[in-house]
């Protein structure tokens, strides 16, 4: 698997109705490289990812594939080089664990469905390496939200698409089960050189596994570039509202968030001395 699509936005403009949420938006997904895309809910971060994965379609400007319109693209050219996990997606009723992620083998099978053993190699390699092997014969929708969501994510790994689109997939996930997806994600863009585009609620992570930041506000880009190079305390403030400092990761050396609430500094009162 190589990296030598591209995808890109240029002068975008998306919305719901009459409700304008993105305009005059451009952005570049750096191929080969993991972006993660964070904001304050309802800046558009979602709205965006489901316009570059062809799910919503533009009130103006145009998302490229390859520097073709992607809209002018096939369904299934543009699904043998692009998956997309949305935020909210639906299983059919009473559909298997190995059914659906089977679902993610469909770009890469003939006019006749056939199906062949590289279609059985992907989605067993998919489903081990979300940890849902044991969960084939199981009904979707008996799972667990955390369950569900490792599923989904496999039907994502199997499509085996050199850009990934995924649209907060650490939801419903303990801190455990968070740390293996984005680490898969990791091993994805590195050994494979998959381009990955996510969109993640919690800026240390985001910072901790992005090779690229994009940070949003109110459906436009504040500013990128990697995450040393991205956050800080006013940026922070400004993209977030939020009062922090900013040390290195004890972990991985990379920016942490560490919030400063409005009672983070000890009244002279509480203070061992005043005592």
């Avoid at 030598?4 to 080969?32: C, K, M, N």
């Amino acid at each position: 698997m190589s990296s030598q699509h591209t995808l890109q936005a240029r002068d975008l403009g998306l919305g719901y109705g009459e409700r304008e949420i993105v305009s005059g938006l451009d952005v570049d997904l750096p191929p080969g490289r993991l972006t993660v895309i964070v904001g304050p809910n309802a800046c558009g971060k979602s709205t965006l990812l489901r316009a570059m994965g062809r799910l919503l379609t533009p009130t103006a400007g145009t998302v490229l594939l390859d520097g073709k319109d992607i809209h002018r693209t096939s369904t299934r050219e543009v699904a043998a080089c692009l998956g997309m996990l949305p935020q909210t997606p639906v299983a059919p009723d009473s559909i298997t664990v190995a059914d659906l992620v089977g679902r993610g083998r469909y770009p890469h099978q003939g006019w006749f469905r056939r199906w062949t053993a590289a279609d059985s190699e992907g989605v067993a390699a998919a489903m081990l390496a979300t940890d849902v092997l044991d969960l084939a014969d199981r009904s979707v929708d008996e799972l667990s939200g955390g369950q569900r969501q490792r599923v989904w994510i496999a039907m994502a790994l199997a499509q085996q698409t050199d850009i990934l689109l995924l649209d907060e997939p650490t939801t419903y996930l303990d801190i455990s089960h968070q740390l293996d997806v984005l680490d898969l994600l990791t091993d994805l863009n590195r050994e494979r050189g998959v381009t990955l585009a996510v969109v993640l609620h919690d800026l240390n992570l985001a910072c901790r596994y992005a090779d690229h930041l994009i940070a949003m506000k109110a459906g436009r880009v504040i500013v990128e570039g990697t995450p040393s190079e991205v956050v800080t305390e006013s940026l922070v403030q400004e993209v977030f509202g939020l009062r922090s400092t900013v040390i290195a990761d004890p972990a991985s050396g990379t920016p942490m968030v560490v919030p400063l609430g409005r009672h983070h500094v000890p009244s002279s009162s509480s203070s061992p001395s005043a005592r």
